[in-house]
């Protein structure tokens, strides 16, 4: 072997050893932005009164005995990226509201919305990830609106398969990846793709992380989300 070559290939077995972690984390200088790292930030909560945190770079949201659904927004957005990793108490159904509205003082009643009640102002509505531990994770919900499923209503409950409802695992870190991009919303969990969907209603809308609402007398009990970060796309 030349002196050259010698080179060349202890070069090229340092790059194959190097992590994969390692090398994904060059990508937050692509557009990423790191949310919540110090702290909530701008971020706001609405519709409930479950507690957020930030403790060592992770989200906490907590329950609040009596509280309706509560979420921490942040946004407007309109077409982006988002990743995190998720860990919720076996008890709590959580989920990330995705170009979601607030209802506003004489906000009419959205389009499509399930009942026929006006929700009160700061509830938070609109396609919404899933994240619970029942098989649904990674499909989307169309929160407080149409209550039902958005693989339903588009017909793409093909993609729902049996690797997608066992893609969540219980009791530990999930890894999230959500895409967002004109009408086209996708999911995947733990690299496994759960929701594939077109829908034009939403263009544009916040970002919010769930706390559910809990029975009367239970809890308290938390969802965690760390190595958030997001990046919009043009």
């Known amino acids: 072997m030349t002196r050259a ?3 060349s290939a202890l070069a090229g077995a340092a790059l194959a050893a190097v992590p994969l972690q390692a090398v994904d984390k060059t990508r937050s200088g692509d557009g990423w932005q790191a949310l919540f790292k110090d702290g909530l930030g701008d971020a706001t909560i609405v519709s409930g009164t479950a507690s957020y945190k930030v403790e060592d770079g992770v989200l ?6 009596g509280s309706p659904n ?3 927004i942040k946004g407007p957005y309109k077409d982006f ?3 995190f990793e998720v860990k919720v108490d076996d008890q709590l159904n959580s989920g990330v509201q995705v170009r979601s509205k607030v209802v506003k003082e004489g906000d009419p009643i959205p389009s499509g919305t399930k009942s026929k009640k006006a929700h009160p102002p700061g509830r938070m509505y609109g396609p919404q990830c899933e994240i619970a531990i029942n098989g649904t994770a990674g499909d989307f919900y169309d929160e407080a609106r149409r209550g039902t499923w958005w693989s339903i209503l588009t017909k793409t409950e093909s993609i729902r398969t049996e690797e997608a409802k066992a893609a969540f695992k ?3 870190w999930n890894r999230y990846r959500i895409a967002v991009k004109g009408d086209r919303y996708q999911s995947w969990v733990n690299g496994v793709p759960t929701a594939d969907f077109r829908q034009a ?3 544009e809308g916040y970002i919010g992380f769930q706390v559910h609402s809990v029975k009367k007398g239970s809890g308290p009990y938390s969802a965690r989300w760390r190595n958030v970060r ?3 796309m043009k």
């Open 70 to 72: 509560t979420f921490l």
């Open 5 to 7: 070559s010698f080179f």
């Open 81 to 83: 990226e988002l990743e």
């Open 230 to 232: 997001l990046r919009e």
């Open 170 to 172: 219980k009791g530990e």
């Open 201 to 203: 209603d939403d263009p």
């Open 60 to 65: 906490i949201g907590t329950t609040a005995d």
